[in-house]
């Protein structure tokens, strides 16, 4: 096995993983320490090494609050277990799971952002442990990245300080990363150019921003989307707040040094302690994430989809069946009523009669049946756009019947399956869930092989096959109690959703 190898900085060394055909190495540095001078700064390179460093203990977790501080927090329950995992700004770390025997394999790799609405989460996670991908022949990296305000910080003299690299330092360490593995991964058996790189949440939004970005193109060759939207659009509301450009994020960067943090000025900023800053970061209740630079985001990745602008590639999106749900707060006739005008303003009339005779033929609840799941609409507003353009794109809805509790599939639940890492997980997952999870982890390794997700089972058996998204099958691929294929028509609420926002 792969146990030690070299980098362009240096001998490494990992160790055998629970599955011993496996090697993990933890913790490698693809930049340099983030603190001091470096802080909001766009990743400098890292030193070398003499030796070989031992790479057997994950990095500290880039600043944040402190994961599971609070233990009826939802996600406390689910992977945010441990409040005293070591956190810091040299936190520029990477972590890979390789199968392979040799340097010379040329293994298709996997290359993984976490999500975290871009000012949580961190990328050794226990969902994101990469054995059950690695031992399906996929070599499998997690990129530690900085988030909110020491990732998205945006100030004038920053601006001034470097005109190129002024903000979306976050973006940056994730381009730093894929930089990296494009330079070293065939080191660790890798094939630098077959790279897939995916993401949930955040990560996912991470994914749209470099598919956005003209100055990400060439690092990677597939991508793989999970419950981060899509498109933008009008009804109901907007999931990109807009209007908030670059010179409105420069001064809120100045208030924040202002009025949060108590300075005037960047290099002040720069000598506080990195757990003040977050503290009164927490303490304010601001938040900071991507935005449109003129530099490495030209636009938002909306209108880059739109635009027909994203690079051609195969492409795997999907979302699960209960996230971000905006609906009426109650059955009342009034309140719906109510609601549909706040959020279709002059098409609200049109919505209802379209909802309630859907309600009248299916006998759900009217109050269900107008709910909207905003990261689905998203998500079919870029889907709608990529058939247009006749591009190759895979699209699934994840619904299981989730034990444990009553969350259902929630937003994250995804994950557990598509690591096939039930095992570590606290919910009474039984012989079905494990069959579901080693189809779905199949899938996606198939995809980052040949940007196909199909192929066979472990014993040879051909799974069902995932038709394609096309302009003439809007299909998914449902991942449920059942797998199966949904082929049919969409429906009259969902095809006025589509045509109301494009």
Request: glycine share 10%.
């Amino acid at each position: 096995m792969l146990r030690r190898t070299k980098t362009l900085n240096g001998l490494v060394e990992g160790y055998p993983g629970s599955d011993a055909r496996i090697t993990v190495y933890k913790g490698i540095p693809y930049a340099a320490d983030t603190s001091g001078k470096n802080r909001w700064r766009a990743p400098q390179p890292v030193e070398n090494w003499e030796g070989v460093r031992r790479c057997y203990e994950f990095g500290p977790i880039t600043m944040q609050a402190i994961p599971g501080k609070d233990p009826n927090a939802f996600y406390a329950k689910e992977w945010h277990v441990d409040p005293e995992v070591p956190m810091g700004e040299d936190g520029l770390r990477l972590n890979i799971w390789t199968p392979a025997k040799s340097a010379d394999e040329k293994l298709p790799v996997f290359v993984w952002f976490f999500g975290g609405a871009y000012k949580e989460g961190y990328a050794h996670e226990m969902e994101f442990d990469g054995e059950r991908i690695a031992h399906r022949g996929v070599i499998f990296v997690t990129v530690a990245y900085r988030v909110n305000v020491f990732g998205f910080l945006c100030h004038p003299e920053l601006t001034a300080e470097d005109p190129e690299q002024p903000a979306n330092f976050g973006l940056l360490d994730q381009r730093a990363g894929l930089e990296w593995v494009k330079n070293n991964i065939a080191f660790f058996g890798g094939d630098p150019d077959n790279v897939t790189i995916g993401g949930q949440s955040a990560g996912g939004g991470s994914v749209w921003n470099h598919l956005a970005s003209p100055k990400a193109k060439g690092s990677f060759h597939k991508a793989v989307i999970q419950s981060a939207g899509g498109c933008g659009f009008r009804y109901p509301g907007s999931m990109f707040g807009g209007g908030y450009n670059f010179e409105m994020a420069q001064k809120n960067g100045e208030k924040f040094l202002r009025e949060v943090l108590g300075v005037n000025t960047i290099a002040e900023a720069r000598e506080l302690d990195a757990w003040e800053i977050e503290q009164k970061c927490l303490e304010s209740g601001m938040m900071f994430g991507p935005i449109s630079d003129g530099k490495y985001l030209v636009e938002s990745y909306s209108d880059t989809i739109k635009a027909n602008r994203i690079p051609e590639m195969p492409i795997l999106i999907g979302n699960t069946t209960n996230e971000f749900m905006n609906g009426p707060a109650s059955d009342d006739e009034a309140a719906i009523e109510e609601w549909a005008r706040k959020n279709f303003s002059d098409k609200a009339e049109e919505y209802l009669d379209i909802c309630r005779k859907m309600s009248e033929e299916t006998g759900e609840p009217l109050r269900k049946v107008c709910t909207v799941g905003t990261f689905e609409l998203g998500t079919h507003l870029a889907l709608e756009c990529f058939a247009e353009q006749g591009r190759k794109v895979y699209y699934y809805n994840f619904g299981p019947t989730i034990p444990g509790d009553d969350a259902g599939a929630f937003h994250s639940s995804d994950l557990w399956f598509m690591t096939e890492n039930l095992m570590k997980c606290w919910r009474p997952f039984d012989g079905p869930y494990y069959d579901l999870a080693r189809k779905m982890c199949n899938y996606w390794t198939n995809f980052c092989k040949t940007g196909d997700p199909n192929g066979n089972d472990a014993d040879g058996t051909p799974m069902l096959h995932w038709d394609a998204f096309t302009k003439d099958d809007k299909c998914n691929i449902f991942f449920g109690d059942e797998i199966y294929m949904v082929h049919s028509e969409y429906t009259p609420k969902r095809k006025f959703l589509c045509e109301v926002n494009k």
